[in-house]
């Protein structure tokens, strides 16, 4: 699945939970959260392979904020979304520590689970 920049940057802020995105989507200008939330349409049918190599591909450019490098569809670019909200992301998203389905939306995907924590209980 190929997937557009503000496809990408959909994904990218559903990794991250409701108030990082909130923040995050606040510091952005009408046009760009119209484009995002459109891109949040065409984002349901995303394998979890897919969202690990959009996180990833977000990991290689806050490394290297000159990198453009492409998982399928359009690269990042620096100066289009990601470039405008890269100060407010960590310096490493960690795609195994994604809980996808605490994130609130239904990819129709099942993303590999943790075990649960063993019971305490004697």
């Known amino acids: 699945m190929n997937l557009s920049e503000p496809e990408k940057v959909a994904v990218l802020l559903i990794a991250l939970g ?24 065409n984002v349901k049918d995303v394998k979890a392979e897919v969202r690990r190599a959009v996180l990833e591909e977000v990991n290689e ?10 998982t399928g ?26 809980d996808w389905d605490a994130a609130g939306f239904d990819f129709g995907d ?3 689970r943790r075990p649960p924590p063993p019971d305490d209980k004697p």
């Open 18 to 41: 409701r108030e990082r995105a909130e923040k995050i989507l606040n510091q952005l200008g009408p046009d760009d959260l119209v484009t995002i939330i459109d891109a949040m349409k």
């Open 61 to 70: 450019i806050l490394l290297d904020p000159g990198t453009a490098s492409e």
């Open 73 to 98: 569809g359009e690269p990042f670019k620096r100066r289009e979304i990601l470039g405008r909200i890269q100060p407010l992301l960590p310096n490493r998203i960690e795609p195994e520590g994604i």
């Open 110 to 112: 099942p993303w590999p």
